[in-house]
Nanobody
Framework: VQLVESGGGSVQAGGSLKLSCVAS????????MGWFRQGPGKEREALAF???????KYGDSVKDRFVVSRDTAQHTAYLQMNSLTPEDTATYYC???????????????????WGQGIQVSVSS
């Protein structure tokens, strides 16, 4: 299984970015796809998660600004990030948790597959 993120980069405060994550090598029929981030000197933070049916769950710090979605047929997840602030500067990771979840988990330990991470930098 391989997860590849794209869409990161640098943006000014107030701007938007859309991250994508493509999963390949999958044999699972049901799984959650989600996003985490880790900023400099900070712990890993759970951001947004979406199950096979498209039901989403968000971390408190981003629930009013970020939107997670997925194209299940294409094994792809997206994270639309709006109203970005310098505090959003971090490495963003895509992750997958296999299984028939009723509501996606938000703890990192339940996600067995991870992308390599992509940098998002927000300047003031």
């Amino acid at each position: 299984v391989q997860l590849v993120e794209s869409g990161g980069g640098s943006v000014q405060a107030g701007g938007s970015l859309k991250l994508s994550c493509v999963a390949s090598g999958f044999r699972y029929s049901a799984y959650c796809m989600g996003w985490f981030r880790q900023g400099p000197g900070k712990e890993r933070e759970a951001l947004a998660f979406v199950d096979k049916e498209g039901s989403a769950k968000y971390g408190d710090s981003v629930k009013d600004r970020f939107v997670v979605s997925r194209d299940t047929a294409q094994h792809t997840a997206y994270l639309q990030m709006n109203s970005l602030t310098p505090e959003d500067t971090a490495t963003y990771y895509c992750a997958v948790s296999a299984g028939h979840w009723v509501g996606c988990p938000i703890t990192a330990s339940t996600y067995g597959y991870w992308g390599q991470g992509i940098q998002v930098s927000v300047s003031s």
